[in-house]
């Protein structure tokens, strides 16, 4: 008998004043895909607000999230942009040393627009690796090597420059968790470039 194959499962930090576009396209395309997606909300509501105005009912707060919080179970965390989201993201110990655990275990740290600097860059995340970000805010990444490409993947890396690279971003995610053939479908099926 072959051995089962493991559903991959991603988590999606979400604060209040996220980018509405760098979250709810990673959690579509992933779920699509198959990925078993968890949606946490800093907020001991369960309720994050976007910097549009666009309220998420997640399916976890970070409080309970992170009490049963085991690296091994996650293959993958994303990281919206948006500010203050990315601020309120940062500004959470808990995320940040979830975040530290999961990269040290090898698990893909996915973030786009303001989060690669303003969430990884303080936690040492980026420190020598190559990067990209929304424009302008790599200036303040010392000691990492930005890219002004749409998506760049350094290792377990995969970081993204914001809301218009938002598709391109998911399906590449999904690529690295579940294959080519399955980025390609994902990508064909939703019209996105890649």
Do not use: Q
């Not at 078993?36 to 509501?45: G, R, Y």
């Not at 990315?86 to 808990?94: C, G, I, K, V």
């Amino acid at each position: 008998m072959g051995e089962e194959k493991k559903t991959k499962k991603a988590v999606v930090f979400l604060a209040d004043g996220f980018e509405e576009v760098e979250a709810i396209t990673p959690i579509d395309f992933l779920r699509r895909a198959g990925v078993e997606v968890v949606v946490v909300s800093l907020n001991d509501n369960g309720i994050s607000t976007g910097s549009h105005r666009i309220s998420i009912v997640a399916d976890v707060s970070l409080a309970n999230f992170a009490e049963g919080f085991d690296a091994d179970e996650w293959d993958a965390a994303l990281l919206p942009g948006g500010m203050p989201g990315a601020s309120n993201l940062a500004a959470s110990e808990t995320i940040g040393s979830i975040l530290k655990t999961l990269a040290e275990k090898g698990a893909f740290i996915a973030a786009i627009c303001a989060a690669p600097v303003v969430v990884l860059h303080p936690l040492g995340l980026l420190t020598k690796r190559r990067f990209t970000c929304y424009p302008g805010l790599e200036k303040t990444a010392v000691g990492a090597r930005w890219s002004e490409d749409d998506i760049v993947i350094d290792g377990n890396l995969i970081t993204s420059r914001g809301a218009g690279t938002a598709g391109v971003w998911a399906a590449t995610i999904i690529e690295r968790l579940l294959g080519e053939d399955a980025a390609s479908n994902i990508a064909a099926s939703v019209l996105v470039r890649r």
